[in-house]
């Protein structure tokens, strides 16, 4: 809820400068009013609600549709195994330091983004002039909605678009920041995702301790084709049906 009230409430925005004017005013004088306090407590509480709501939901989506690629592809999981495996080797913990040489790790996460971004149509913007693009008028004051995921899987900008493909990223510097279009799942410009450093560090540290401490395996008899792959419904996508997988500490 918190959310929707900050994107759907452009008072938010004047609330909080005006706020920012009144604090800097009052702390001066270490004075604050009942009223002034009745507003801070409230942007206080949704802001947090706001990071509570947006940033939870997303993270542990995204590593839902981590591992069940995964278990969808065991080469990629071997791949993703032995590169986390041997540059921990010797260590007990993986820390952030290690993250930064993981690359098949980082290849993982972009390609999961691109196939199942949590949030697939972003959040819905408001044009505030009369814009013409590419030929169509589209006036103020019109909703936009971005279709990320199918940004994700278009064959203009992908080779072979419905393949779970780490490798594609290797070689590439498209990243998920919001500079390469076609790659979107924390939308773009000014009101793209504010957590995005943190989510992708929380994702790389989370599957890279994964990975590294367990194996992974579908229940007995179960093969990758037979996961169920439907999506809910909602404003974040996660699995229909909860991922069960058998897994099993690993001695190495
Ligand atoms: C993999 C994880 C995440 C994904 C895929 C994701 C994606 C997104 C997307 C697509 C948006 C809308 C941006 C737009 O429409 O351009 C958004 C907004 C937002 N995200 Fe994230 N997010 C993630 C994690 C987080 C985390 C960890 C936090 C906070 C710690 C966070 C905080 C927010 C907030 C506060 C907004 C609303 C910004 C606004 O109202 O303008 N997100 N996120």
């Not at 779970?164 to 009101?191: Q, T």
Request: net charge neutral; aromatic share 8%.
């Amino acid at each position: 809820m918190g959310l929707f009230h900050s994107f759907a409430s452009s008072s938010f925005f004047i609330t909080a400068s005006s706020l920012s004017s009144f604090m800097r005013m009052n702390l001066n004088k270490v004075v604050l009013s009942i009223a002034t306090l009745q507003i801070l407590l409230f942007m206080i509480r949704e802001l947090t609600l706001d990071t509570f709501t947006a940033g939870t939901d997303t993270t542990y989506t995204t590593l839902e549709w981590i591992m069940t690629e995964l278990l969808r592809h065991p080469r990629a999981m071997e791949k993703l195994q032995n590169e986390v495996r041997q540059l921990a080797q010797g260590k007990s913990e993986i820390t952030e330091d290690d993250l930064g040489n993981m690359q098949y790790l980082k290849a993982v996460i972009k390609e999961t983004l691109r196939f199942h971004p949590p949030i697939p149509l972003l959040l819905p913007r408001e044009s505030m002039e009369d814009v013409k693009l590419l030929g169509y008028h589209i006036p103020a004051k019109t909703q936009v909605i971005i279709n990320a995921w199918t940004i994700g899987r278009d064959p203009l900008s992908w080779e072979n678009p419905e393949e779970y493909r780490p490798e594609r990223f290797l070689n590439s510097n498209i990243d998920v920041k919001g500079l390469n279009f076609e790659l979107i799942p924390f939308g773009a410009g000014r009101r793209g995702c504010p957590g995005i450093t943190f989510a992708i560090i929380v994702n790389e540290l989370a599957l890279a301790r994964l990975v590294h401490k367990f194996n992974f395996a579908l229940p007995e008899r179960m093969k990758g084709e037979d996961l169920d792959m439907t999506e809910g419904t909602g404003i974040t996508i996660r699995r229909q049906s909860p991922l069960l997988a058998v897994v099993t500490p690993c001695s190495t």
